[in-house]
């Protein structure tokens, strides 16, 4: 994994109602319900609200290009955004920078994200058969504000009571000693740990069916690619409600 360091947003929201996203993976259209059904569920409550998604938006679904376009644009009305990375996200630039090849991008789904940019991945080996030519092509070929973007997501956003991230933490580690790494995948550590979390964990990144807390953990990852439901949890007032596309 790419060895710059990630930002980490720390901020107390007050009384401000957050709204978090689970993994969009290139499911335009239900990030698009989703954001309606938080605005209607806003309507009723006073103030700016947060919207946070939990990264992951690229891969597997159809329209990765067009997600990383709509978080680029001003979120709705009276909300703010913040996009953390995913480990879809780190890897793509991975890709870009040379640390992974072209057919280990190809493993984490990142065919549909080229079809989405209009390129073929299926003919492109067979356009540059050399790799060197091949990666130099697809480079140049991603929009640059794009990867600008993806370059700039912080890895997690800190409250006093919630701390969102993308996979989860390392349970025996201070919040703010985690690693990177960590953050974008940790799996088993995070679920298997004995040691109590020091707040509720927002979490995505592992797909559950249906989404819950459990011992300080809220897992959003409905795999929305594959399920067709896109889960948001509201959290405000010390209370998650959740629902989905």
Known sequence: MASNARTRLQ?????MPIYAI????????LL????????????RLPGRKLIVTLGDYIDRGPSSAQVISHLMAPPPPDFDRICLTGNHEIMMLDYIDGLISFGD???MGADALLRSYGLDPAQLP?????????DAFIRQSLPRPHLDFLRTLPIMADTPDV????????????????SDEDLVFIRQRFFDSRVQLPKLVVHGHTPVE???VHD?????????FRSNRLTVARLWRGQVHLFST
């Open 11 to 15: 901020f107390d929201p007050g009384d």
């Open 22 to 29: 689970g993994d969009i993976h290139g499911r335009l259209d």
């Open 32 to 43: 698009q319900q989703a954001e309606r059904s938080i605005i209607d569920n806003a309507a």
């Open 105 to 107: 991008w190809m493993q």
């Open 126 to 134: 067979l356009v540059f058969p050399s790799a060197s030519k091949l």
């Open 163 to 178: 701390l969102f991230v993308h996979a989860g933490i390392d349970p025996s580690r201070p919040i703010m000693n985690q």
């Open 210 to 212: 249906w989404p819950g």
């Open 216 to 224: 300080r953990r809220l897992n959003l990852d409905t795999g929305a």
